[in-house]
T-cell receptor
Framework: AQKVTQAQTEISVVEKEDVTLDCVYE???????LFWYKQPPSGELVFLIR??????QNEISGRYSWNLQKSTSSFNFTITASQVVDSAVYFC?????????????FGKGTKLSVIP | DAGVIQSPRHEVTEMGQEVTLRCKPI?????LFWYRQTMMRGLELLIY????????DSGMPEDRFSAKMPNASFSTLKIQPSEPRDSAVYFC??????????????FGEGSRLTVL
């Protein structure tokens, strides 16, 4: 069975600090997809990124960057120069295409608080 | 384009009452998912439909829960009778055939249910 672990339940940083959110996954498949979703205080789930298991290159989008390391089964998310608007719960998720269920398995989430 | 639309956004009811949550997926999406979010258990998949047909309902907690998708543009999740432990945020999500192969979902804003 697939599993996603986000060991950090809550993180607090001061504005402009960098912060890394950890995600460790378990899967027996060689082909899979990893996701990060953001849930701001308003409650909706916002898609941030999707990576496939064959692409281990770091991806950067503005202040956000993601690092997939298959050797450690980790898919970490770094926010550079954090801002108050980054305060949210962040979920890492895993899917295995072709498994017949197309379902995402979510981690428990990491609550990030950015203090002004 | 309109996103996934859920109603009601908030529902407060008394134990034993019937609750019906509604979802309109994104037009053209052929997969629909119902998730439940609680503090204790995080995001759990309850059921998903493909082309209006329920594919996997193994996450539905018990017989008090039922879901239907009478057509491609509408789905309901019903709880009868409701219990306080059903209090949660219920999310509906949809995906297209293209996205379903990777697990990328588009979420609604959720329906927050409180059962007194």
């Amino acid at each position: 069975a697939q599993k996603v672990t986000q060991a950090q339940t809550e993180i607090s940083v001061v504005e402009k600090e960098d912060v890394t959110l950890d995600c460790v996954y378990e899967t027996r498949d060689t082909t899979y997809y990893l996701f990060w979703y953001k849930q701001p205080p308003s409650g909706e789930l916002v898609f941030l990124i999707r990576r496939n298991s064959f692409d281990e290159q770091n991806e950067i989008s503005g202040r956000y960057s993601w690092n997939l390391q298959k050797s450690t089964s980790s898919f970490n998310f770094t926010i550079t120069a954090s801002q108050v608007v980054d305060s949210a719960v962040y979920f890492c998720a895993l899917s295995e295409p072709g498994a017949g269920s197309y379902q995402l398995t979510f981690g428990k989430g990491t609550k990030l608080s950015v203090i002004p | 384009d309109a996103g996934v639309i859920q109603s009601p956004r908030h529902e407060v009811t008394e134990m034993g009452q019937e609750v019906t949550l509604r979802c309109k997926p994104i037009s053209g999406h052929n997969s629909l998912f119902w998730y439940r979010q609680t503090m204790m258990r995080g995001l759990e998949l309850l059921i998903y439909f493909n082309n209006n047909v329920p594919i996997d309902d193994s996450g539905m907690p018990e017989d008090r829960f039922s879901a239907k998708m009478p057509n491609a543009s509408f789905s309901t999740l019903k709880i009868q009778p409701s219990e306080p432990r059903d209090s949660a945020v219920y999310f509906c999500a949809s995906s297209s055939h293209r996205d379903s192969n990777t697990g990328e979902l588009f979420f609604g804003e959720g329906s927050r249910l409180t059962v007194l």
